[in-house]
């Protein structure tokens, strides 16, 4: 079983960045595609950005393209997600799961999750 724990969110205003992390413990995260999912308040919760355990292929929602970048460090167990461009719209509590499926966008694809960090946009 892997543990994870998701950090870094905060309060940002509009057009800022934020780096998220989330840290493996029990397992090797390397065994794992990664994906980070958000839920925004009053809203169900969408696939953000995936990157599979083997070759590293990464997939990203449509509304996070050429903003969001996903990325993993085997070593260190950890997994990263960075957010530039950051609009109003991209409230919500980020979440990182792990997954034994290598291409893994769906929801109930995933075995473990963390806690979730809460990101705050400012306009």
């Known amino acids: 079983q892997v543990q994870l724990v998701e950090s870094g969110g905060g309060l940002v205003q509009a057009g800022g960045s934020l780096r998220l992390s989330c840290t493996a413990s029990g397992r090797a995260l390397s065994r794992y595609t990664v994906g980070w999912f958000r839920q925004p308040p009053g809203k169900q919760r969408e696939i953000v950005a995936q990157i599979s355990w083997d070759e590293g292929r990464t997939w990203y929602g449509y509304r996070m393209r050429g903003r969001f970048a996903i990325s993993r460090d085997n070593a260190a167990n950890t997994a990263a997600l960075q957010m530039n461009g950051l609009k109003p719209e991209d409230t919500a509590i980020y979440y990182c799961?792990?997954?034994?499926?290598?291409?893994?966008?769906?929801?109930?694809?995933?075995?473990?999750w963390g806690q979730g960090t809460q990101v705050t946009v400012s306009s």
């Open positions: 799961a792990a997954s034994i499926t290598s291409i893994a966008t769906e929801e109930g694809q995933y075995n473990y």
